[in-house]
């Protein structure tokens, strides 16, 4: 069975550039959250997604955006990257209703 | 706003003993998961330990253990017997069971283990 995926694990993007980051969640799984891990620093929560819909939202700008398909499986997209948007990016799925979340290895998103 | 607080930084332990890692919260709900996930080089969170608010029990895990005081909002994880393999970030975490929201995490302590 395999875990949660995320593609692709590093990107480097220029300044004002659009990105779309990817996540496949574990088996079973119909809740997939992303969330923005800076250097050095704790994950911050970006949004979540469930039955397609965005269910809950962070503190995050419009440039943040997602959607999730009918296979559960969902992307992140950011536009107009700034510099400060360089951070690892990491998805994380669940079952609605269950306690705990599996986290993807990442998406290391380099703005120059 | 639910808030997490790791206050440790950084800490270090030598192969074999035991360390404790330090985690405060502040909520207004009576009922919520605290969860200790950690972070190797390789970057992906695992799951170490969950705990049900509900559970007056401290969960325990193998070498894993945590100290849960309801009333102090207090969440420390206890790591016995260190193994090289233990050293990592490790993070704190709360979701609330009443809204099934998602997580905050806390800005995490980087753990070191001595040969």
């Known amino acids: 069975d395999a875990g949660v995926t995320q593609s692709p694990t590093h990107l480097i993007k220029t300044r004002g550039q659009q990105v779309t980051l990817r996540c496949s969640p574990k088996?079973?799984?119909?809740?997939v959250s992303w969330y923005q891990q800076a250097l050095g620093q704790g994950p911050q929560f970006i949004f979540q997604?469930?039955?397609?819909?965005?269910?809950q939202r962070g503190n995050f700008p419009d440039r943040f955006s997602g959607h999730q398909f009918p296979n559960y499986s969902s992307e992140l997209n950011v536009n107009a990257l700034l510099l400060g948007d360089s951070a690892l990016y990491l998805c994380?799925?669940?079952?609605?209703?269950?306690?705990?979340?599996?986290f993807g290895q990442g998406t290391r998103l380099t703005v120059v | 706003a639910q808030t997490v607080t790791q206050s440790q930084p950084e800490m270090s332990v030598q192969e074999a003993e035991t360390v404790t890692l330090s985690c405060t919260y502040d909520?207004?709900?009576?009922?919520?998961?605290l969860f200790w996930y950690k972070q190797p080089p390789s970057r992906q969170m695992i799951l170490v330990i969950r705990q049900e608010a509900y559970k007056q029990q401290n969960a325990t895990e193998n070498r894993f253990s945590v100290n849960f005081q309801k009333a102090a909002k207090s969440f420390s994880l206890k790591i016995s017997d260190s193994q090289l393999g233990d050293a990592a970030m490790y993070f704190c975490?709360?979701?609330?069971?009443?809204?099934?929201?998602?997580?905050?995490f806390g800005a995490g302590t980087r753990l070191t283990v001595k040969p």
């Open positions: 088996s079973g799984h119909d809740t």
């Open positions: 909520t207004s709900e009576s009922d919520y998961y």
């Open positions: 994380a799925s669940r079952r609605t209703g269950v306690a705990e979340a599996f």
């Open positions: 997604y469930y039955e397609e819909e965005e269910r």
């Open positions: 975490a709360y979701r609330s069971a009443i809204h099934d929201n998602d997580m905050r």
